[in-house]
């Protein structure tokens, strides 16, 4: 068990199961970041919802791309770090379109709470950054 466990923590892989698991984790660091800091910005500072989604998705985003190169992914398709980062943030804002669009399609028009809707978006979102990072930057 043990060594399964150090496998599946710390040893770099190409599994992409593996990766999809680690990929769950930080995509999980990053939403606490990003569905924070949309709480407190709509709560608190009250800032119009979709606009505290953008924000708190781009800081997730950064968080994401931090912990996916030191820990999910080990091959990368790009050598510089900048581009790589250009292509990762792409993809972020293509899945960020995709998470505007479906939090306010299910706020707007399922009546969800948007904090509902949030966690709908993600669960959809997590699986465009995930195939669409591995396939385009860590094969």
């Known amino acids: 068990m043990k060594l399964r466990l150090e496998t599946l923590l710390r040893v770099p892989t190409d599994s992409t199961a593996v990766q999809f698991l680690r990929y769950v984790f930080v995509g999980g660091a ?26 708190a998705f781009l800081l997730g985003l950064v968080a994401n791309y931090a912990l996916s190169v030191f820990w999910v992914f080990n091959r990368r398709t790009l050598e510089r770090r900048w581009l790589e980062f250009g292509v990762f943030a792409l993809v972020g804002v293509v899945g960020l379109g995709f998470n505007e669009l479906f939090i306010w399609f299910f706020t707007e028009h399922a009546h969800l709470y948007y904090m509902v809707s949030k966690v709908i978006a993600t669960a959809l979102v997590l699986l465009w950054n995930f195939f669409a990072r591995k396939y385009l930057l860590f094969r």
């Open 30 to 55: 990053a939403f606490v970041l990003d569905f924070g800091t949309l709480f407190v910005l709509t709560e608190y500072a009250r800032v119009y919802y979709l606009t505290s989604a953008a924000i």
